[in-house]
């Protein structure tokens, strides 16, 4: 999915949602422990701005790497994908690090072709799920926006040169945005 998102949106960044990392974390880690090996990501995502978050992720892997040498890598490994949301505006971090919207998307999508269960064609199956899509696309605009265009053309785009070391870039580079 991260190489599709890339060949299709060149310049994007994938981000994992906090949760769904936690799970899988909690998958590399022994029971025993789970507790507190559940809280350092959290010790990650409460620092008050980007530079702080690498820092704090960088100490979590040291701590780890001698106890618990497994989930250190696991973390190393996806430190791109769970600190993606720091390029962005602190402002704007919760609604990154979190799919909520797309799962509730997902699960109406689902419930919708659940009720219908047998479709005569691929053709009837794409009408219903367009209908769902244009009636959420419908409501998204009537809401405004999930993230303001104002805050998006105010994105400091950041090009990650070396773990935890963030190398600013002008921000002439992000095109502006219009409604």
Same mark, same amino acid.
């Given at each position: 999915?991260?190489?599709?998102?890339?060949?299709?949106?060149?310049?994007?960044?994938?981000?994992?949602?906090?949760?769904?990392?936690?799970?899988?974390?909690?998958?590399?880690?022994?029971?025993?422990?789970?507790?507190?090996? @559940?809280? #350092? =990501?959290?010790?990650?995502?409460?620092?008050?701005?980007?530079?702080?978050? *690498?820092?704090?992720?960088? $100490?979590?892997?040291?701590?780890?790497?001698? @106890? #618990?040498?497994?989930?250190?890598? *696991?973390?190393?490994?996806?430190?791109?994908? %769970?600190?993606?949301?720091?390029?962005?505006?602190?402002?704007?971090?919760? +609604?990154?690090?979190?799919?909520? =919207?797309?799962? $509730?998307?997902?699960?109406?999508?689902?419930?919708?072709?659940?009720?219908?269960?047998?479709? =005569?064609?691929?053709?009837?199956? %794409?009408?219903?799920?367009?209908?769902?899509?244009? /009636? +959420? *696309?419908?409501?998204?605009? !009537?809401?405004? $926006?999930?993230?303001?265009?104002?805050?998006?053309?105010? $994105?400091?785009?950041?090009?990650?040169?070396?773990?935890?070391?963030? !190398? /600013?870039?002008?921000?002439?580079?992000? =095109?502006?945005?219009?409604?």
């Amino acid at each position: 999915m991260v190489e599709a998102i890339g060949a299709t949106l060149p310049g994007t960044s994938w981000q994992r949602c906090r949760t769904h990392y936690a799970a899988n974390l909690m998958s590399t880690t022994p029971k025993s422990s789970w507790p507190w090996v @559940k809280a #350092l =990501p959290h010790s990650v995502y409460d620092q008050a701005d980007a530079t702080s978050v *690498h820092a704090r992720f960088d $100490r979590v892997i040291d701590a780890l790497t001698e @106890k #618990l040498p497994a989930v250190a890598n *696991h973390m190393e490994e996806a430190r791109a994908d %769970i600190l993606a949301f720091t390029a962005f505006p602190k402002e704007v971090w919760r +609604q990154i690090w979190s799919n909520n =919207p797309n799962e $509730r998307l997902n699960r109406e999508i689902r419930r919708r072709t659940g009720v219908v269960a047998i479709f =005569p064609n691929r053709e009837a199956i %794409i009408r219903l799920v367009g209908a769902v899509l244009a /009636e +959420q *696309h419908d409501a998204w605009a !009537e809401q405004g $926006r999930y993230i303001g265009l104002d805050v998006l053309t105010r $994105r400091t785009a950041l090009s990650i040169t070396t773990p935890g070391a963030a !190398e /600013e870039v002008t921000t002439d580079l992000v =095109p502006a945005l219009t409604a």
